[in-house]
């Protein structure tokens, strides 16, 4: 397998680190600088309803400022379409929300939401941002995905990162497989992503069909132990083996 696998760093908390005092310190730009110079491939940044940690000042510096792709990370309201016509990030990857919850629960319901997502996905495209839909692993959901004329599609793999016995990682590793499959065939860039680690980015990495990781909670999470860029590092280096 040659194929590189993309490493989108999202640094949203970075951001939640900062807005639990209120300043400016740490700023999320400036980790973006450091993970483009520490050899990710994109910066994935989810400017949700709430702004509970990135906000719109940071993507304006984001937009102005970043060499990488952005992946802007947005609900499907008139509100986030309105942000992604304006600043034309690389990607918009659409992700359910839940006010009241505590990190991305599921994935998007691609298939029943199909009205509602048309014509934000029309949008985006029109405005030349490649659209990507966060989703579970599910066949039916990646065929919504193809319906809707998503290019890409982001697989959540929170549930296969939580998972605790060895039966569980295995049924949720068929699903990602299965699904990863599935949507190769039916001509779907395939990205995947939620909850990896440096101990179970192994297998997702080795699956073949896939594009891009984006990983951050976990990183900036080691980053307060190693700093950033070395966090970075490993982290692309266990994606190279499990790609060997
Ligand atoms: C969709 C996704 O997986 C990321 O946006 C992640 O959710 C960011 O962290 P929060 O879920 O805490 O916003
Ligand atoms: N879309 C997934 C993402 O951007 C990162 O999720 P996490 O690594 O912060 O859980």
């Known amino acids: 397998m040659t194929r590189h696998l993309r490493l989108g760093v999202n640094i949203d908390h970075v951001a939640t680190i900062r807005n639990a005092r209120g300043g400016l310190h740490p700023d999320p730009l400036r980790a973006a600088l450091m993970a483009a110079e520490a050899g990710a491939d994109g910066i994935t940044a989810h400017l949700r309803e ?3 940690h990135i906000t719109d000042d940071d993507l304006d510096k984001l937009v102005a400022s970043i060499s990488l792709p952005l992946n802007l990370e947005m609900a499907a309201t008139d509100e986030m379409l309105a942000i992604a016509l304006k600043h034309r990030p690389h990607a918009a990857c659409i992700v359910p929300e839940r006010r009241a919850e505590r990190t991305t629960e599921g994935g998007l319901d691609a298939a029943g939401q199909h009205n509602t997502l048309a014509p ?6 029109d405005a030349g941002i490649r659209v990507s839909l966060f989703i579970a692993p599910e066949l ?8 809707l004329g998503a290019p890409v599609v982001e697989l959540h793999t929170g549930p296969y ?8 990682i295995a049924f949720e590793l068929a699903r990602l497989h299965a699904a990863a499959v599935h949507g190769a065939a ?3 860039e395939l990205h995947a992503g939620h909850g990896l680690t440096f101990d179970n980015v192994g297998p997702i990495a080795a699956m073949p069909d896939l594009h891009e990781l984006n990983i951050g909670h976990f990183i900036i999470g080691e980053a307060v132990f190693t700093g950033l860029g070395p ?3 490993r982290m692309r280096a266990a994606m190279d083996a499990a790609r060997q």
């Open 120 to 125: 934000i996905i029309g949008r985006l495209k």
């Open 231 to 233: 966090a970075i590092t």
């Open 50 to 52: 709430d702004r509970r």
């Open 161 to 168: 990162s939580h998972a605790l016995t060895d039966e569980e």
């Open 140 to 147: 039916r959901q990646l065929d919504a995905a193809a319906k």
């Open 186 to 188: 039916l001509g779907l």
